[in-house]
């Protein structure tokens, strides 16, 4: 049983990928700012902290926007006897007011803990919050792409789904668990914060999403012709309209992938 990206990383793509990245169009946004090269912080870490910062600036409540790093802190609390874990979560969680300096810092350390739920073994060897101390250069970062993930929902949206998931029936045996970002009326969109354009990994996790949102029986899944990636660091937009890949990709990644 594997998450969607541990799938991806488990099979061997054709030459060039399923999807091939070069497929998309790309849409180049310029608002004038300029990020910095140097962030002291993981950027795992950082993708997080804006994803998660984004939802909240686009109205999730504060607790759903942050519920994997709350789950992680309750799971290395309870299970892995992390002392105090959700109490200095829940603190964490009461400092995010807004996009400022507190908040951002906050944030980042407060998503440390994502890794208690999603790999705990992992998790044992991973930076926590008390190591997570962002400065000016990397606080600056993280809110210029919030800033720009909020105006791409303004532009792009509205959002009508957040951390969107594919039950009942979108997941099988060998892909048992996988969520995605964000859901408009017709397109699947994930957000990708990384200096590098979209990979094949990346397409293909996006083609993966919309099958099974079609297999899962949820009706939001229907309306849905285009995977698109927001990527707030590079501020490119990539979109594909799905009835451009072919029916037998499609039924071989059904097939040999997901495993339907």
């Known amino acids: 049983m594997s998450s969607v990206t541990k799938r991806i990383s488990e099979i061997k793509q054709p030459r060039g990928g399923y ?3 070069s497929q998309f169009e790309i849409h180049k946004i310029d608002d004038g700012h300029i990020l910095s090269e140097t962030e002291n912080i993981h950027a795992s870490v950082v993708g997080m902290a804006v994803d998660y910062l984004t939802r909240f600036a686009m109205g999730s409540e504060l607790l759903e926007a942050f519920k994997i790093s709350c789950m992680g ?6 299970l892995f006897k992390q002392k105090n874990a ?33 790999n705990p073994m992992g998790a044992i060897m991973a930076k926590g919050a008390d190591d997570i101390n962002p400065d000016a250069e990397t606080i ?17 949206g509205p959002i009508v789904k957040d951390g969107f998931t594919f039950e009942p029936n979108g997941y099988t045996e060998t892909v048992n ?3 995605g970002d964000y859901l408009t009326a017709d397109t699947l969109w994930d ?9 094949n990994k990346h397409t293909l996790q996006l083609l993966m999403y919309w099958i099974m949102g079609q297999h899962s029986g949820q ?13 707030p660091r590079l501020n490119e937009v990539y979109l594909l309209n799905v009835n ?11 097939r040999d992938v997901i495993c339907y």
């Not at 210029?144 to 532009?155: A, C, H, L, T």
């Open 140 to 156: 600056q970062n993280i809110k210029i792409m919030v800033q720009r993930s909020v105006k791409f929902g303004e532009d792009y």
């Open 86 to 118: 959700m109490k200095k979560a829940s603190k964490l969680l009461a400092g995010i007011k807004a996009i400022d300096e507190k908040s951002i810092t906050n944030a980042c350390k407060l998503v440390t803990y994502d890794v208690w739920f999603r």
């Open 219 to 231: 009706k939001i899944y229907k309306s849905i012709q285009n995977l698109g990636i927001f990527n």
């Open 177 to 179: 668990s996988g969520d």
């Open 191 to 199: 957000f990708k914060v990384s200096k590098s354009k979209p990979t």
């Open 244 to 254: 451009t890949i072919s029916k037998e990709i499609i039924t071989e990644v059904e």
């Open 19 to 21: 999807v091939k990245p």
């Open 73 to 78: 802190a309750k799971m290395a609390e309870e």
